[in-house]
């Protein structure tokens, strides 16, 4: 009785809990890499301090789509738990101009120190991103990250140069260097993806209208990931200023050519095959890459027309992001015992409708127990116990003898 006691107690502890906490319930494949996402003031300057949480959010989406693509062969989401902007001073201290290594070991060490020491706090990460749009390294550098350090408390972070929404292909290779992913082409057979614009490319080619994950990349995650068991659990809802359904509306391609390449530059509206002209004034660069520079949507080309995930396609409600929502709950089961208390429980399904696009999935346990059958049993009713031991008698043998076994 006192181990029926004891699983009756077990079970009304998990129902209690179960209402009581406030953590996304994900699916038992889902890895969530919270992220802490350190700022600093060079960033916050470039895009003034009205405005730099929106864009931050919008660049962290990117990359969390990003990792949803179907060649990454995983379910890993993105979650941010916790934005630090940083003050000039600070930025100064922890950015080396022109030494990459020391730059990121300052980066980690102050990521380092801001993590909660409780690993049930809604903002303890499992990995911190930094952007910057100081020179930490030599022309060119774009990231740096240190391989498979993913979970470990010092090791686990990425150093970012931010210069628009493309650099959200800057940071998923970086953190996918931590994840253990190796570049493709070196140490690897995946060198022909390089061209076809694999994310893991030694210089990121990758752009809105032609990414992926290549093969390798692929391998040398599933080597990983499943020992990376800070990513098991389930984060926690957080109340960060909702984003339109399709960002880019709300960011015009003068913006993003202003984002990409600085102050000065705009949209040309003699637009080619080629690509787009942008200039800094009477200086004119045409580019490929940033023609439809935002991953969800960028401004509209023209009257029914939008850029979507780099191709130009009539907008129409299906690929619209669509959150799920929960069905009605199902009939309770039959109860476990006819006596002495049982269990009985129910379920539900988030397909009311399916989150579709992106959208979020329902929040809450898709079951609920409930306790059944309280009154005693008689006194000449057979133990349950040893009814579940009895079904097990043909099973196990103790020294080549099968026995009649019996509840402890």
């Given at each position: ?98 030494n ?34 100081q ?25 970012n ?57 692929q ?13 098991r ?7 960060w ?96 015992r ?17 989150p ?12 609920e ?14 133990d ?19 026995h ?5």
């Open positions: 009785l006192d181990s029926l006691d004891s699983a009756l107690s077990f079970i009304e502890d998990r129902v209690h809990r179960s209402r009581q906490r406030y953590r996304r319930h994900a699916t038992e494949d889902d890895y969530n890499i919270e992220v802490l996402l350190g700022v600093d003031d060079s960033v916050v300057q470039f895009h003034g301090k009205e405005h730099v949480q929106k864009y931050l959010l919008t660049l962290m989406n990117i990359v969390n789509e990003i990792y949803h693509d179907e060649s990454l062969g995983a379910h890993i989401n993105v979650v941010l738990v916790r934005i630090i902007l940083l003050s000039y001073g600070k930025s100064m201290s922890l950015i080396e101009i022109g990459p290594s020391q730059s990121l070991e300052n980066v980690c060490r102050w990521a380092y120190l801001q993590q909660k020491p409780d690993t049930g706090h809604a903002e303890y990460h499992d990995h911190a991103i930094f952007l910057t749009r020179d930490f390294g030599p022309s060119g550098m774009q990231g740096y990250a240190p391989v498979t350090g993913m979970c470990h408390p010092v090791r686990s972070c990425t150093l140069h931010e210069d628009g929404f493309s650099s959200a292909f800057v940071v998923a290779h970086e953190t996918g260097h931590v994840l253990g992913m190796e570049h493709d082409g070196q140490g690897n057979r995946c060198g022909d993806e390089v061209r076809l614009g694999s994310i893991m490319a030694p210089l990121v080619q990758a752009a809105f209208h032609r990414f992926h994950w290549s093969r390798c990349s391998q040398e995650l599933n080597r990983y990931l499943h020992s990376y068991d800070c990513l659990d389930d984060p926690f809802e957080h109340d200023p909702s984003l339109p359904q399709l960002p880019g509306i709300h960011y015009s391609m003068n913006e993003q050519c202003r984002f990409d390449f600085g102050l000065g530059y705009m949209m040309c509206t003699a637009v080619t095959k080629e690509g787009l002209l942008l200039w800094p004034f009477s200086r004119a660069w045409e580019t490929e890459a940033f023609y439809c520079s935002l991953f969800r949507i960028a401004k509209s080309m023209s009257r029914h027309h939008h850029c979507f995930k780099g191709h130009c396609i009539w907008l129409t409600p299906d690929i619209l992001k669509q959150d799920g929502h929960w069905g009605a709950w199902s009939k309770f089961g039959s109860c476990s006819t006596c002495g208390t049982g269990v009985k429980y129910r379920t539900r399904q988030c397909d009311n409708p399916h579709t696009n992106g959208g979020r999935t329902c929040v809450g346990p898709s079951y127990f409930q306790l059944c059958n309280s009154q005693d049993c008689p006194k000449d009713f057979e349950f116990r040893e009814e579940q031991c009895r079904q097990w008698d043909p099973y196990f043998e103790y020294q080549n003898t099968k009649h076994w019996l509840p402890y």
